[in-house]
Nanobody, 122 residues
Framework: QLQLLESGGGLVQAGGSLRLSCAAS????????MAWFRQAPGKVPDLVAG????????DYTDSVKGRFTISRDNADNTVSLQMNSLKPEDTAVYFC???????????????WGQGTQVTVSS
């Protein structure tokens, strides 16, 4: 069983930056493609960014391209999301997820963290 634990969320002003981390335990992270989703109140989770098992391939939703960067350290069993130039519309609970590939559908992922709140004030 793979356990995922997010950290790094918080309150930041528009234009600021945050770095989210996802620490894995229980299994080797390198077996899994990893993704960050976010969920605003009353909405379904949306894919923000994904990264392949080796880190050679990444994917981003259009609204975060050029502002967010996903990375992974398989030796350290961690995945990170660097978020720059944050906007109020980035406010959501952010989850990391592990699956067999970078899928846009949440149901395709096998393991999820508990989430971390990101709030961007205007």
């Amino acid at each position: 069983q793979l356990q995922l634990l997010e950290s790094g969320g918080g309150l930041v002003q528009a234009g600021g930056s945050l770095r989210l981390s996802c620490a894995a335990s229980g299994r080797t992270l390198s077996r899994y493609a990893m993704a960050w989703f976010r969920q605003a109140p009353g909405k379904v989770p949306d894919l923000v960014a994904g990264i392949s098992q080796s880190g050679s391939s990444t994917d981003y939703t259009d609204s975060v391209k050029g502002r967010f960067t996903i990375s992974r350290d398989n030796a350290d069993n961690t995945v990170s999301l660097q978020m720059n130039s944050l906007k109020p519309e980035d406010t959501a609970v952010y989850f990391c997820a592990a699956g067999s590939d970078i899928w846009s559908a949440p149901a395709q992922y096998d393991y999820w963290g508990q989430g971390t709140q990101v709030t961007v004030s205007s």
